[in-house]
């Protein structure tokens, strides 16, 4: 944690919370200590340290600037097993994605959306951790949706980018996006299917590449999000 998160109004941090291990196991810090903190999609600023007991640790949090801004870019990734989803949406939101649209695609596996990831809302926790990672309080919202079409239709952005090595043509890395707002779509490990592709170009989408390597979804996710931003010049 390179920032620790609290709830609007949080005072107490109970000894089983995670933070409160990170508190004093990594950070070491005790009573009249201060540390990093914020609120989610809000203020950052230090907690000092009021009290630390067998039971957790009292907090006070002096709020000193907005730490919740994202960049203009939203991520387009197709279901992949969950394990390797938790990935993705962790490092999508340390990079600061604004937002991340979750379609079922063509060639995925339908039975994703029943994983506990989405069901008892887990995902949640792993965008907080995302966000303690980068340092800021910014946290990308995440809508999960049943087709391409369906993240088509809500996916807005000056350049439409579809990250595809069968049909790409353009390396990511030549593209100019300096001053612009992205949608990057991401298949699933299969790729998207030839309905799909043509769905998304005739969208709009321009079919680019990272290179001529396949890459499996959550790498193409993370290097293809630090492109962009890249050529967006926000990295």
């Known amino acids: 944690m390179n920032i620790v998160l609290i709830g609007e109004g949080e005072d107490f941090i109970p000894s089983s919370d995670e933070r409160a291990r990170h508190i004093r196991k990594v950070l070491h810090m005790g009573e009249g200590d201060s540390f990093r903190a914020g609120i989610p999609g809000s203020m950052m600023g230090h907690c000092t340290i009021l009290s630390s007991g067998d039971d957790g640790i009292r907090i006070s949090f002096t709020a000193e600037r907005d730490g919740s801004a994202l960049y203009p870019l939203t991520l387009i990734v197709a279901q992949v097993r969950p394990i390797c989803m938790r990935r993705i949406l962790r490092e999508a939101v340390s ?10 695609s063509d060639l995925g596996e339908k039975s ?6 989405y069901r008892d809302r887990e995902y949640e926790g792993i965008l907080l951790d995302g966000a303690m990672q980068s340092g800021f309080t ?7 949706v049943d087709s391409a079409e369906a993240a088509i239709s809500i996916a807005e952005g000056d350049e439409l980018i579809l990250l595809d090595n069968a049909v790409g043509a353009v390396p990511l890395s030549q593209a100019d996006l300096r001053g612009r707002s992205c949608v990057l779509a991401i298949g699933p490990e299969r790729g998207w299917s030839e309905r799909e592709r043509r769905l998304f170009i005739g969208s709009g989408y321009s079919p680019m590449l990272l290179g001529c390597r396949i890459l499996r979804t959550e790498t193409a996710a993370v290097a293809g999000c630090a492109m962009a931003l890249s050529r967006m010049g926000f990295i």
């Open 95 to 104: 990079l600061g994605v604004g937002r991340i649209i979750l379609p079922v």
């Open 138 to 144: 910014g946290v990308s919202s995440v809508s999960i």
């Open 112 to 117: 994703y959306l029943s994983a506990s990831l």
